[in-house]
């Protein structure tokens, strides 16, 4: 029998998903050539971005300041990278977690990787959209 997981509670709950995360991103081949040499990501003031921005969803701080979809849009990816995004996210959060918020993180995941592609597709091309 698998041991039980506990749910996302606390801001070391946090960090531990997301350097998880990134640790995942970071080795695979579709999505680590993104961030390291096409946006060459500085990972020491990326990843606690990315702590306040996921404890502002899931444990409602208020941390987070900036307009995350901006930074994406020069980025050359297309839904081939969401779904291979989407996948290590869900995995890395069923690798540690389980419960009401672990389900709510995949949840928003999900919808804002949807929301991303979707409106990047609206900026790379207007008419796709029509
Ligand atoms: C293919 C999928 C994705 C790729 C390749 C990607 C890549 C990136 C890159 C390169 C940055 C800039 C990092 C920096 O230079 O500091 C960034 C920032 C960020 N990304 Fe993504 N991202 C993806 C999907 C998502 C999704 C689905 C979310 C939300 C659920 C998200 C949330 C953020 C946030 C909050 C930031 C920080 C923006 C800021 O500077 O305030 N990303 N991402």
Known sequence: MSAVLPDI?????????????YDRVNADPLLSPVFNDVAHVNWAAHL??????????????????????ARHIPLPIGSGHFQQWLHLFCRTVDALFAGPIAQE?????????????????AVNNPLSIL
């Open 9 to 21: 509670q606390t801001e070391a709950d946090i960090r531990a998903l997301v350097d998880s995360f």
């Open 48 to 69: 606690p971005r990315m702590y306040d921005f996921w404890s502002g969803l899931l444990l409602h701080t208020n941390r987070y300041r900036g307009q995350p979809f």
């Open 105 to 121: 993180a995949k949840l928003r995941a999900g919808s804002i990787a949807h929301v991303f592609e979707h409106r990047m597709r």
